[in-house]
């Protein structure tokens, strides 16, 4: 039975083809094997599901993504530009641990571009604040599933027929898990004294523009006239960058 005192983790993915459900499902066992730290999952389903206010709530974040063309699935990218993007605006994540994982099949056997999708949501998570956890070569699994960044899934063979993902990979990911929530309750009471703070908040316009393209009701590039970061003249005390 979950304890209110419990360190908290959010897992936080989507899935196509149920392979990256069944890594994140790994995932999360081995995040609640750990005494005194307990892990909620959400599958996005158009990425506005989880609200940026409830993010602080958690001490770790873990995010969990197919692997589309190199990159995070759309979905996933939404919850970053909403969610994450809002709350680096405020500092709101600095000091929370964070970690990924990725599936993806594709033509030979190389991890089709799973590092750099790996690479593209770590740089999210660091520019957020968010401590990660890497994935060291000892952990069990890592000769089928191993990557520096976290434990990667392959869904397809080297002639793109599809696979399932073996139990192995599977057991990457459930001790990435446990690696992760591990590193949240020995950090969870330095949370918001671990690193400096004092710099200054981006500008309100600034703020507001970004929170503006963020809300899922925008799906447009708003007009001039209701856009309030839309620029004809440089702004005061700042170079215009024409030479």
């Known amino acids: 039975m979950p304890d209110a005192s419990d360190a908290r983790v959010l897992l936080v993915y ?9 890594m ?12 005194g730290v307990r892990c909620q999952t959400v599958c996005l389903v158009d990425g506005t599901e989880v609200e940026a206010e409830d993010l602080p709530g958690y001490d770790g974040l873990i995010v969990g ?10 979905r996933v990218k939404r ?15 600095v000091g929370m641990v964070g970690g990924v994982f990725c599936v993806g099949g594709g033509h030979g056997d190389t991890g089709a571009g799973a590092e750099q999708c790996l690479l593209g949501i770590l740089a999210a998570m660091a520019s957020n604040g968010l401590i990660t956890a ?5 952990t069990p699994g890592f000769d089928h ?9 392959r869904s397809g063979g080297p002639k793109m027929q599809p696979y399932w993902l073996s139990p192995d990979m ?11 929530a591990r590193l949240t309750l020995a950090l969870r009471s330095h949370h918001t004294s ?44 700042y170079p215009s960058g024409s030479a």
């Open 79 to 93: 919850f970053i530009e909403i969610t994450l993007e809002s709350l680096w605006l405020r500092d709101r994540t």
């Open 24 to 35: 994140a499902e790994a995932v999360a066992a081995g995040v609640d094997a750990v005494e």
């Open 134 to 138: 890497p994935l060291p070569k000892c």
């Open 14 to 22: 989507t899935t196509e083809t149920n392979s990256t459900r069944q």
């Open 65 to 74: 993504t197919p692997v589309r063309h190199r990159n995070m699935h759309h």
């Open 170 to 180: 599977l057991r990457c990911a459930r001790a990435h898990g446990g690696n992760i």
């Open 194 to 237: 671990l690193f400096e703070a004092g710099n200054v908040a981006p500008p309100s316009e600034l703020a507001e523009a970004f929170l503006m393209g963020g809300r899922p009701e925008v799906e447009q590039v708003p007009p001039p006239d209701e856009n309030v970061a839309y620029r004809v003249d440089p702004p005061e005390g």
């Open 145 to 153: 599933a191993g990557n520096h960044w976290g434990p990667v899934g």
